[in-house]
C-alpha cells in the first residue's frame, strides 16, 4: 500500500469517526469531562504551589541581604543587639544614599487578627522598620492614605494582609498591649511578602513588645557582587556570631517545603486520578468501537486495511482527551487564577497572603498529561477495531 | 441470596466493561480514603482535644510569653482543677528539616492534664528524676530511631546556655503513645531545665487548664481574661479545641481547597462508572423481559437489578477502601509536616455508605425501567 494512500485512508476514517461523535454523545461527554476535572485538579493543585513560590521569589532584590543571628533559620527566632546592628551597618559593600547607609535593623513579631474567611485568629506578621527600609525595599508604594509618622502609634499594612485579615482597612486601630495604633495607609510591593506584613516604626514596636534587641538587619548591598566580601567580613568579625544570607536564598528556603509538599500532592492526586480517568476513556472507546462494528466491517470490505482502522480509533480517544485537557485548563484558569488566601508559612510562623497562579507552563504541562491519557485510553479498543472478524461482524445485528 | 449466582453471571458476561468499572469505582474509592487521611492531617488534633481543658495565650499573639506568676493565680479562679504550662522550644536537630516540635513543660502537671500520654511508669518516674531528660513520642522517636538512654543534641535558636553554647543535649528517658489522632511527634523536657539558659525570664508560653465541668468553660474563660486585663500582659483564654482549631484553620484554606477540588472529580469518575453500568442494563432489556415471561415478578426483577449495581459499587468501592487503608498505614508521607496521618473509621463507614449510595443511584433508573418494562414491548423490541 502506498504512504499517501494510507494516509488518506487514515485521514478519511478518522474524519467520520470524529464526524459521528455527536451519536456517542453521552459516553463521550463522559471521557471528556472525566479527563476535564483530572486536569482541572491538577492544574489547581499546582497553582497553589507556583503562587506561594511566586510571592516569595518576588521577595529580595538581587543586592538585598538579611542578617541575623548564628544559627538562626528565620527572624522570628533571631537577636541583633543594638551595637552589632551598627557594626553590621558599617561593613564594607553597604550602599548609601543622602540618608546614610541602606540598611534597616528591624524587629518581626506576630499580631493575632481575625482572618476574614474564617474568623479565627492568625498569626500577622508585624514588622517594625528604620527608615532605611524604604530604600533597602524600593518597591514598596501606598496605594491608600499616607505613611505612618516616625515615633508615633502608627502604622501600614500590606494590601494582601489588609484583604485577608479583618481590622487592618484604613483608619482601623489595633490594639497591642496598652497602646492603640492607627492603620493610616495601605500599601503593595509589587507581589512579594511584604505586602502580607504590617509596618510600623521599630523604636515603638520594641517596647511594646518589650524587646531589647533587634532581630534582624536588612540591607542592600551597592553591587550585588560585593556580598561576598561583606559576608566574609561579617563572618571572621570576632565580636559578631551572625548568619549572612542574600535575600533571594532566605526566601526560597522559606518557600520549599510547602512548595514540595504541595508539588508532591499534586502529582500523586493526579496520576491516581489519570488513572481512574483512563478507565473511563477505555470503557468509551470500546463501547464506541462496538456501537460501529458493523461500519468498520464494511470498511475494511471495502478495502480500508487495519492499520487506518486502528489509528482512526487512536485519534478519536485522542482528540477527546486533548478536548478534556483544554476544557479543564480553561476551567482551572477561569476559577483559580489570581485567587487570594493565605497559609501559615512553618518556617516563620506567621501568615503568608498570596494569589494562586495558573501560568502558561503549567497549563502546557497540563495538556502534555492529557496525550499518555488518550494513548492508553484508545489503544486496546484500536487493536479490537483492527482484528474484527470482517465476516462475522457484518452479520452482527 | 440464592440469584447471587445469577447476578455474579450477568456481572461477568462483558468481562472488559465490568473490569473497568470496577477499576474506575476503586480508584475513585482510593482518591476518597487519601483524601480523608489528608483533611484529617491538615486539621490534626481538633477531634482529640478535651472538652474540659482551657489553653490562655497572651492576648496579642502567641509568640509572646507570659509572667509564670499568672499560674497561681489561675489555679484560684473557682472551677479550675489543675494548671500546666509550656514554652515553646523549637531549634533544630542536625538540619532544620528533621523538623518536630519540642517543648519545656511542667512535667507532673503536664502528664495529669494529658492522660492521652501513656508513658510507662518506670519511664516516668526516671523523667520525673532527670532535670536535662526528655520523653520522645513513637511517630518521632521511629522516624530517628530513638531509644531509651540516647542523647539528643539540639541546637536552639531562641535560648543561649550560660556558657555561651546554644547546644542543649536531652537525654531520652521515655518513650509515650497516645491514643489515634492525638500527635504523638513531639518531645518533651523539664522546664526547669530552661533555668540554664543565660537569660531566665520566668516566662511561659501559654498555659493548659483542666477545668472540672465544661459547662462553666464560659464563666471560666471570662474570670481568666478578666483578671489580667489592663495588665502588661493580657491574656486571651479559650477552649482547646477553639485554640487548636486556630492552629489547624491557620493553614487550613489549603486542606479545604484541596479537598473541594477533588471531591468533584471523584463525583466525575462515579459518573463515568455509573453512565456504564446503566447502560450495561439497558441492553438487557429482552432478557429481562424472558425473565418476566417465566414468572418473575416486577418487584423481583427490580431488586435484581439494584443488586446488581450495588454488589459491583460495594465490591470495589470495598476495596478501594480497603486499598486506601493499606496506602495511610504507612503514616506521615511528608517527612514531619503531617503527624497525624491516617484514615478514620469515621470516613472509612463513609465510604461504605457512600458506596451503596453509588449503587442504588447508579440502579435505580434502569432497576425503575425494568419494572415497568411490559413483556410484549419489550420482546418486540429486542
Redesign the interface.
Known amino acids: 500500500m502506498g504512504l499517501l494512500r494510507w494516509f488518506s485512508q487514515v485521514w478519511a476514517v478518522t474524519l467520520l469517526n470524529l464526524r459521528t461523535i455527536g451519536q456517542r454523545r453521552?459516553?463521550s461527554a463522559?471521557?471528556v469531562?472525566?479527563v476535564?476535572?483530572?486536569v482541572?485538579?491538577f492544574v489547581?493543585?499546582l497553582s497553589?504551589a507556583e503562587g506561594f513560590h511566586a510571592t516569595l521569589a518576588a521577595t529580595g532584590s538581587p543586592a538585598g541581604v538579611i542578617v541575623m543571628?548564628g544559627?538562626?533559620?528565620?527572624e522570628?527566632?533571631?537577636g541583633i543587639s543594638r551595637d552589632n546592628a551598627r557594626i553590621i551597618a558599617d561593613g564594607p559593600g553597604v550602599g548609601r544614599t543622602g540618608q546614610g547607609e541602606t540598611a534597616s535593623s528591624e524587629l518581626y513579631?506576630?499580631?493575632?487578627l481575625p482572618?476574614r474567611?474564617?474568623h479565627?485568629?492568625?498569626?500577622v506578621p508585624l514588622r517594625g522598620v528604620q527608615p532605611a527600609a524604604f530604600a533597602v525595599r524600593n518597591n514598596i508604594h501606598l496605594i491608600s492614605g499616607r505613611p505612618f509618622r516616625w515615633g508615633h502609634n502608627e502604622v501600614i499594612a500590606g494590601v494582601g494582609a489588609a484583604r485577608q485579615f479583618a481590622g487592618l482597612d484604613l483608619g482601623s486601630t489595633l490594639?497591642?498591649?496598652?497602646n492603640v495604633w492607627q492603620v493610616v495607609g495601605i500599601f503593595e510591593s509589587g507581589g512579594s511578602l511584604s505586602e502580607s506584613e504590617i509596618w510600623t516604626d521599630v523604636d515603638l514596636l520594641m517596647p511594646a513588645?518589650?524587646r531589647t534587641m533587634f532581630q534582624s538587619v536588612h540591607l542592600e548591598l551597592a553591587s550585588p557582587a560585593a556580598f561576598d566580601r561583606f559576608k566574609d567580613a561579617l563572618t571572621t568579625d570576632p565580636r559578631l556570631d551572625v548568619s549572612v544570607l542574600r535575600e533571594a536564598d532566605y526566601y526560597a528556603e522559606q518557600s520549599r517545603?510547602l512548595t514540595t509538599?504541595?508539588t508532591?500532592?499534586g502529582y500523586s492526586?493526579t496520576i491516581?486520578?489519570g488513572?481512574?480517568?483512563v478507565?473511563?476513556a477505555?470503557?468509551t472507546m470500546?463501547?464506541a468501537v462496538a456501537s460501529r462494528t458493523r461500519e468498520i466491517a464494511t470498511l475494511r470490505a471495502l478495502g480500508f486495511g487495519s492499520g487506518p482502522v486502528e489509528v482512526s480509533v487512536l485519534a478519536e480517544s485522542l482528540v477527546l482527551a486533548l478536548a478534556g485537557g483544554v476544557i479543564g485548563g480553561l476551567l482551572a484558569y477561569l476559577l483559580f487564577d489570581g485567587y487570594r488566601?493565605?497559609?501559615?508559612n512553618?518556617q516563620s510562623?506567621s501568615?503568608v497572603a498570596f494569589a494562586f497562579k495558573v501560568t502558561p507552563r503549567l497549563l502546557v504541562t497540563a495538556i502534555v498529561v492529557t496525550l499518555p491519557m488518550g494513548l492508553i485510553g484508545g489503544i486496546f479498543p484500536a487493536i479490537r477495531a483492527g482484528t474484527l472478524p470482517v465476516a462475522s461482524a457484518l452479520r452482527e445485528t | 441470596m440464592k440469584f447471587l449466582p445469577l447476578v455474579w453471571r450477568n456481572l461477568g458476561r462483558r468481562k472488559?466493561?465490568t473490569t473497568?468499572?470496577a477499576?474506575?469505582i476503586v480508584?475513585?474509592f482510593?482518591?476518597f480514603g487519601?483524601l480523608a487521611a489528608?483533611r484529617l492531617a491538615f486539621s490534626a488534633g481538633v477531634d482529640v482535644t478535651g472538652a474540659d481543658r482551657l489553653a490562655v495565650t497572651h492576648?496579642?499573639?502567641?509568640?509572646?510569653p507570659l509572667p509564670i506568676s499568672y499560674g497561681d493565680q489561675i489555679a484560684r479562679v473557682p472551677g479550675v482543677r489543675e494548671v500546666t504550662h509550656a514554652n515553646w522550644f523549637?531549634g533544630?536537630y542536625k538540619d532544620?528539616?528533621n523538623?518536630f516540635p519540642r517543648m519545656g513543660v511542667d512535667p507532673v502537671t503536664y502528664l495529669d492534664i494529658y492522660p492521652e500520654i501513656k508513658l510507662p511508669e518506670d519511664q516516668k518516674k526516671a523523667w520525673l528524676a532527670d532535670r536535662t531528660g526528655a520523653i520522645v513520642g513513637r511517630v518521632t522517636a521511629d522516624r530517628f530511631g530513638f531509644k531509651v538512654g540516647d542523647r539528643i543534641p539540639i541546637?536552639s535558636?531562641?535560648y543561649t546556655k550560660l556558657d555561651g553554647g546554644?547546644t542543649w543535649d536531652f537525654t531520652v528517658d521515655g518513650i509515650y503513645d497516645a491514643p489515634k489522632g492525638f500527635d504523638t511527634s513531639a518531645l518533651f523536657f523539664q522546664y526547669d531545665y530552661l533555668k540554664e539558659a543565660a537569660f531566665t525570664t520566668n516566662q511561659v508560653g501559654w498555659y493548659i487548664i483542666r477545668i472540672s465541668d465544661p459547662q462553666h468553660a464560659q464563666r471560666i474563660v471570662d474570670q481568666i481574661d478578666a483578671l489580667f486585663a489592663?495588665s502588661?500582659?493580657?491574656t486571651?483564654t479559650s477552649t482547646e479545641k477553639?485554640f487548636a482549631?486556630?492552629f489547624a484553620?491557620?493553614?487550613?484554606?489549603?486542606g479545604a481547597?484541596?479537598t473541594g477540588?477533588?471531591s468533584?472529580?471523584f463525583f466525575?469518575?462515579l459518573?463515568?462508572?455509573g453512565?456504564?453500568m446503566a447502560?450495561s442494563v439497558r441492553e438487557r432489556t429482552g432478557e429481562l423481559a424472558v425473565l418476566k415471561t417465566l414468572g418473575y415478578g416486577d418487584g423481583l426483577v427490580m431488586g435484581l437489578v439494584l443488586f446488581e449495581s450495588c454488589l459491583l459499587a460495594l465490591v470495589a468501592g470495598g476495596l478501594g477502601l480497603l486499598l486506601a487503608k493499606l496506602a495511610t498505614s504507612g503514616g506521615d508521607?511528608?517527612g514531619g509536616?503531617l503527624p497525624v496521618f491516617y484514615l478514620p473509621g469515621r470516613d472509612f463507614a463513609l465510604g461504605i455508605g457512600l458506596a451503596v449510595a453509588l449503587g442504588l443511584a447508579t440502579g435505580a433508573l434502569p432497576a425503575w425501567q425494568a419494572m415497568r418494562l411490559r413483556i410484549v414491548d419489550a420482546l418486540r423490541r429486542a
Not at chain 1, 544559627?71 to 528565620?74: A, L
Not at chain 1, 488566601?341 to 501559615?344: F, K, P, R, Y
Open positions: 453521552g459516553s463522559a471521557t469531562f472525566g476535564a476535572g483530572v482541572m485538579v489547581a493543585v497553589i543571628r544559627g538562626s533559620d528565620s522570628m527566632m533571631s513579631v506576630v499580631v493575632s482572618k474567611t474564617t479565627t485568629d492568625a498569626n490594639h497591642l498591649g496598652e513588645y518589650r517545603s509538599i504541595i508532591r500532592l492526586i491516581l486520578m488513572i481512574g480517568a478507565f473511563g477505555v470503557l470500546y463501547s488566601t493565605s497559609t501559615l512553618w510562623f501568615q | 472488559v466493561r473497568f468499572t477499576l474506575s480508584i475513585s482510593l482518591l487519601i489528608i492576648k496579642v499573639s502567641i509568640i509572646q523549637g533544630i532544620p528539616k523538623f541546637l535558636t531562641i546554644r489592663n502588661h500582659a493580657e486571651k477553639a482549631e486556630g484553620k491557620q493553614a487550613g484554606d489549603i481547597i484541596i477540588i477533588v468533584a472529580v466525575t469518575l459518573l463515568v462508572a453512565n456504564t447502560q508521607p511528608t509536616f
